[in-house]
């Protein structure tokens, strides 16, 4: 192949195909970062809800269904991303602060995580202040599982929120499966329905405090829980 033998044609074509090049990525960059490629959440029906199988972490573990976890009381639960995580660190210990209030409200705060990996619940515990189960075939992150893989990187949002826990004190580490996206339930008592849903759309997006206390409001206790207390 010959090149041109005038050097400003060539250079002309340097500059067209790095211009062209330049503007692919600026392109792809903007769309990156709109919700367009985002998978959108499908919502989880009670019904659905209710019949997910949990574990107890203890010695002795136990299997038994979700909707023990809310039944008389109703329920804020947060589905982990993954505990290593500093920005789910950063939720948890958020929504460990509404513990004194949800207390008042006589609604419980739990978490459910996938997987069990070394001392990595024991060192997340500290920031949530709730007790913690696992969900072994994810489906708190269903019905469609929705993962975010290394588009999450180029997100101005992701970057605005990895700052935003840096600033925060927040550290984490990168063991265990991260790119299934969780999420935030208020689910009321008995047959009251889901009050509250939020699906995390990107690393680091957090649910609304008051959203959350809002939701919890609203759950109205099972008569047999009034008088237990």
């Known amino acids: 192949m010959s090149l041109p033998q005038d050097p400003s044609l060539f250079a002309m074509g340097v500059w067209s195909v790095g211009a062209g090049a330049l503007g692919a990525a600026a392109v792809a960059l903007f769309l990156a970062n709109t919700d367009m ?5 499908q919502r989880a029906s009670l019904d659905y809800l209710e019949d997910i199988d ?4 203890g010695k002795e573990p136990r299997t038994f269904k979700a909707k023990e976890l809310w039944g008389e009381r109703g329920a804020v639960i947060m589905a982990v991303r993954r505990p290593g995580c500093f920005l789910c660190r950063e939720e948890a210990a958020d929504l460990s602060s509404l513990k004194p209030k949800l207390d008042e409200l006589g609604v419980p705060l739990y978490a459910v995580v996938k997987e069990q990996i070394g001392t990595e619940l024991q060192d997340f515990q500290p920031y949530f202040k709730g007790e913690i189960f696992l969900d072994e075939k994810k489906k708190f992150y269903g019905p469609q599982r ?5 588009m999450g990187f180029v ?15 927040f550290s984490g580490n990168l063991e265990g499966e991260g ?9 009321g008592s008995g047959k009251q329905g889901v ?3 939020h699906r995390e759309k990107e690393f680091g997006d ?23 207390n």
């Open 37 to 41: 490629f985002l998978s959108k959440p």
């Open 54 to 57: 949990l574990k107890t972490l």
């Open 146 to 150: 929705r993962k975010m893989m290394l």
């Open 155 to 169: 997100r101005l949002g992701v970057w605005s929120n990895f700052f935003r826990a840096r600033s925060g004190g």
């Open 179 to 187: 790119f299934i996206l969780g999420g935030v339930f208020v689910v």
């Open 195 to 197: 009050l509250l849903e």
């Open 206 to 228: 957090k649910v609304n405090l008051l959203a959350v206390l809002e939701a919890a409001r609203k759950i109205r206790p099972q008569a047999s829980a009034l008088e237990g």
